[in-house]
């Protein structure tokens, strides 16, 4: 089975015309194309569907019917994690309503003036959460990822929507993104990275996870113990239709080794893939082999 490329999916024709739907005719005429679009991946999207059958068969014991369902739903809750993307750019976030959990951590963590590290997940919507958290909690969010992200549905979302409101800090092998990090972190401002997608060949820490061997990317946990900022794991989960709930989790402080950070966040994440199960967005062999 398939491992993470460390690319994203998706065609500029398709942002296109669901851009086209948002602004013509409404979220809710968005999302029922949606219906239409996530039915025929699920038919002939055979590698994604694979990949999330084994997963929830391995680490949540669904099999079946319920599985195939759960498929079906993960897909389309996906499409509307991208069409919400389009719309919060759009300036249509007061149609959505936010619910946020411990958010005093956030604030506690501005107030102190050390910046933070937010480790999530491709769970929910993050990219919506990064967007939230630019204006309500900082002035300024910076999102480290690979920026693998096609070339030519970037420059139309940019164009088209005003693009995203956070910064993002690209992953290079010279290194230079711990840099950036360092500095951001000096301008008291957060730093959100993902821990939970390891490429091939990429260093790794192998851990417990839903009863499975899982390895994680080692990067974000070093990270997170080499500098002298508070860590939290924040998710934004969809809860309804038009509605996410935001959570983050008491900040760590004091360095800790990258595996002892590991198996906090693991145990977080536990939690949320088991109360969000059709939101975990990894279409890949997730679990060591």
Aim: charged fraction near 25%; aromatic fraction near 14%.
């Amino acid at each position: 089975m398939s491992r993470w490329d460390g690319k994203t999916r998706g065609s500029l024709t398709g942002y296109k015309i669901f851009l086209y739907f948002i602004r013509t005719f409404g979220l809710g005429a968005a999302y029922g194309l949606l219906k239409i679009v996530t039915f025929y991946y699920y038919l002939f999207a055979a590698r994604p569907r694979a990949a999330l059958k084994s997963f929830y068969s391995q680490a949540l014991q669904i099999t079946g019917r319920e599985a195939q369902q759960l498929i079906r739903r993960n897909f389309y809750v996906f499409g509307q994690t991208l069409v919400d993307r389009a719309a919060f750019l759009l300036g249509k976030e007061n149609e959505f309503r936010i619910r946020f959990e411990n958010e005093q951590y956030l604030i506690n963590i501005r107030e102190e003036g050390k910046g933070g590290i937010l480790l999530s997940a491709h769970l929910g919507n993050w990219e919506t959460a990064g967007n939230l958290l630019r204006g309500r909690i900082t002035a300024s969010i910076n999102v480290v990822m690979l920026d693998a992200e096609v070339e030519s549905i970037k420059k139309f979302m940019d164009v088209s929507t005003g693009g995203s409101r956070f910064r993002i800090i690209a992953i290079k092998d010279d290194l230079s993104h711990v840099i950036a990090i360092r500095n951001a972190l000096i301008n008291n401002e957060l730093i959100a990275i993902h821990a939970d997608r390891y490429m091939e060949g990429a260093r790794f820490l192998e851990v417990d996870f839903l009863g499975n061997k899982a390895k994680l990317p080692m990067g974000p946990f070093v990270i997170a113990s080499k500098f002298d900022a508070p860590v939290t794991f924040v998710f934004a989960a969809k809860d309804g239709s038009r509605s996410y709930h935001l959570s983050a989790t008491q900040p760590v402080y004091g360095r800790m080794k990258p595996q002892e950070m590991a198996l906090l966040y693991v145990a977080e994440l536990e939690k949320k893939v088991r109360d969000y199960p059709e939101q975990w967005f990894n279409y890949f062999n997730f679990f060591s082999e």
